[in-house]
């Protein structure tokens, strides 16, 4: 009976502990909701807001130290920026004359930097400009070298070329001078003519006078070695070159020799010789009747001269 109130005081208990934590629970969802209530209300206090910030900053930290924010340095940033346009330049083995407006930018960079930021320039890097500046004006130099030696070599070619057409001109004029002249003068040899006739009619009347008889043969019964022959002399001619000249071309004999009287003495003609016909027998000539007195390498032919030789058996005699 004890045992059975002791269990209904514990069940009772029991309930008891129950009901009061659900009160408990209860009362506790009542608070939190008016405590959210009450934030909504002041969320947009600034006053509250700043209380509860305040309240919820942590502590400074005593041992915390303070960071240091590093300056940024210009003379570095203008250092970087003028590197940044070298870089642009290409090897100095790959430039050309199209690169120098990079270097000439390159240039104008280094001397816009301050003195400080130059300082920060390597002797590298500002080689590196002043060796493209003088690759840059080596190829200018070759540049205009060549600009120079092929306007040379132009203008030479031009007063060649002007050289030859004068040259040209010149012989051109000279050839159809020279025609001209050879034209007017194969006019004026055509018109320059003089006949001759070689005769020893003398000698063949007067056979018995003949002493060599071995050439009997060559003296023609008529007496005419060479008939009445046309021939065409140049200007300075002599009646000595007429018939040596015609002599040779005929087939006859002739033969002469210098002579300090008459520059040319004729000895003998198709074998017929001086003295052949006596002591004062040998060659003689006239020109247009009349016989000169000089010799006939003296006589200088003229237009129309009628020249006879023949041979004389006395000379003496009149003719």
């Not at 969320?43 to 942590?58: S, Y």
């Not at 006019?187 to 006949?195: D, G, M, N, P, S």
């Amino acid at each position: 009976m004890e045992e059975e109130l002791l269990k209904k005081a514990k069940k009772k208990r029991i309930r008891n502990i129950v009901i009061l934590l659900i009160i408990a629970l209860f009362a506790g969802l009542a608070v939190l909701g008016l405590s959210l209530k009450s934030m909504d209300s002041v969320k947009d206090d600034p006053a509250v807001l700043e209380t509860v910030e305040t309240a919820q900053a942590p502590e400074e930290d005593p041992t915390q130290q303070p960071v240091k924010v590093k300056k940024a340095d210009p003379a570095k940033a203008e250092a970087k920026a003028f590197v940044k346009v070298l870089k642009e330049i290409p090897e100095e083995a790959s430039l050309t004359l199209e690169d120098k407006d990079t270097v000439a930018k390159a240039r104008t960079s280094y001397d816009a930097l301050s003195e400080k930021a130059k300082k920060k320039v390597t002797e590298e890097q500002l080689g590196t400009l002043t060796s493209a500046e003088k690759k840059i004006k080596d190829l200018e130099e070759e540049k205009l070298a060549k600009e120079k030696a092929d306007a040379d070599a132009k203008k030479k070619a031009e007063e060649k070329a002007k050289k030859e057409a004068a040259e040209a001109k010149a012989k051109a004029d000279a050839e159809a001078k020279a025609k001209k002249k050879a034209e007017a003068e194969a006019a004026k040899k055509k018109e320059q003519v003089v006949t001759i006739e070689i005769t020893c009619k003398e000698m063949s009347d007067h056979m018995d006078r003949l002493k060599n008889e071995a050439i009997a043969d060559y003296i023609p019964k008529d007496g005419k070695i060479l008939g009445k022959t046309k021939y065409q002399f140049e200007e300075g001619e002599t009646v000595w070159d007429c018939l040596r000249t015609v002599c040779n071309s005929k087939g006859i004999q002739i033969d002469s020799k210098k002579d300090s009287v008459y520059g040319v003495y004729v000895k003998g003609i198709n074998y017929l010789y001086e003295f052949d016909g006596g002591k004062n027998s040998g060659w003689m000539y006239d020109v247009n009747g009349e016989t000169p007195n000089y010799g006939c390498a003296s006589y200088d032919l003229k237009k129309g001269d009628k020249i006879k030789w023949y041979y004389t058996i006395n000379y003496k005699n009149e003719r």
